[in-house]
């Protein structure tokens, strides 16, 4: 096929119209056959349809927790902030489960809040916003599209960092994308106002055994890390005290160490991820070739024009 189409982001299922045409006239007549003749393995396909069905249902059920106070209903999936502090209160958009349960761990609890998303987070670009319950309510404040960023009223707002922290891979990256595509989409105000933020965990460590110790020095990128070699090097410290290790991702570390190195005010990276409206109006007309539903053949054309300038680590 010269231009397959597909459903979603995660292509589960292939719907180009003569595709689907062709393959419906191939099976449907032998496959309803086949049933009427095994009626047994019919019932059992159907089960399993239901079961699925079912299963999907509950997963959408919201599950809310109560705040202390009774005030506030908030997301389930929250680990919220012990201060009244608005100016200091934080929370970390973190990805998935593991890591998560690290960051709870290592976080401050009088300060950062934190919120895991399982998985993949999904592309929002064309939901409705009666989807984004969860999110709306953890901030505090409804989302709005770029034409009403001067009425959004943000008072309600409960944190003032937003920090999105996901690993320093290529995973990590795509999950950063997705969820500046909710924030550019439905929160621009966050983006012009400067909540937002993104989190620079290491994704090397380095270990050096020196005088009856052994000193941690963390390094960003591969650029830092040899650049830390090379400093290491010019003070004499031999190759054979001196140990590389990679994190796989945010779970493979210590509440400590992700504590040291993201979480705490005092040593961690954050980048403002924040834009004048008209850049973000600019931005917005960008994602809509990269996020779009019906914009597959142009993102294929972009990516034949301009994915030579790229180097991904993949």
């Not at 998935?96 to 401050?108: I, L, N, P, V, W």
């Not at 950063?176 to 909710?182: G, N, R």
């Amino acid at each position: 096929m010269l231009d397959p189409q597909f459903q979603g982001q995660t292509k589960e299922k292939l719907t180009s119209r003569d595709a689907y045409k062709l393959v419906s006239q191939m099976v449907r007549d032998p496959f309803e056959l086949w049933l009427n003749s095994h009626a047994d393995f019919g019932k059992n396909i159907a089960e399993l349809a239901v079961k699925a069905a079912q299963k999907r249902m509950k997963s959408t059920q919201k599950v809310e927790k109560k705040k202390s106070s009774g005030i506030a209903t908030l997301p389930g999936k929250l680990t919220d902030c012990e201060s009244d502090d608005i100016a200091r209160n934080e929370v970390f958009l973190v990805e998935g489960d593991s890591a998560g349960g690290s960051a709870k761990q290592g976080r401050d609890k009088g300060n950062p809040g934190g919120i895991a998303a399982r998985g993949k987070v999904l592309n929002t670009w064309e939901v409705d916003r009666d989807q984004l319950h969860d999110i709306s309510v953890a901030v505090g404040i409804d989302p709005d599209g770029l034409e009403q960023i001067d009425t959004v009223d943000v008072s309600g707002l409960r944190y003032s960092r937003i920090i999105v922290m996901s690993d320093a891979d290529v995973d990590g990256g795509h999950i950063q994308v997705l969820l500046f595509t909710l924030f550019l989409k439905h929160f621009p105000a966050l983006i012009e106002r400067g909540h937002i933020h993104v989190a620079q965990p290491p994704l090397f460590r380095v270990d050096v055994e020196a005088r009856g110790h052994t000193r941690k020095v963390y390094c960003l990128d591969e650029a830092e890390k040899e650049q830390t070699l090379i400093k290491l090097a010019d003070e004499g410290i031999s190759e054979n005290k001196i140990t590389v290790s990679r994190f796989e991702g945010l779970g493979e570390m210590n509440p400590d160490q992700l504590w040291e190195t993201t979480l705490c005010p005092d040593t961690r990276r954050l980048v403002p991820f924040q834009a004048s409206r008209e850049v973000i109006a600019e931005m917005t007309a960008n994602f809509t070739l990269l996020m779009g539903k019906g914009e597959a053949a142009g993102r294929r054309a972009w990516m034949e024009k301009d994915g030579g300038l790229v180097e991904a680590d993949v």
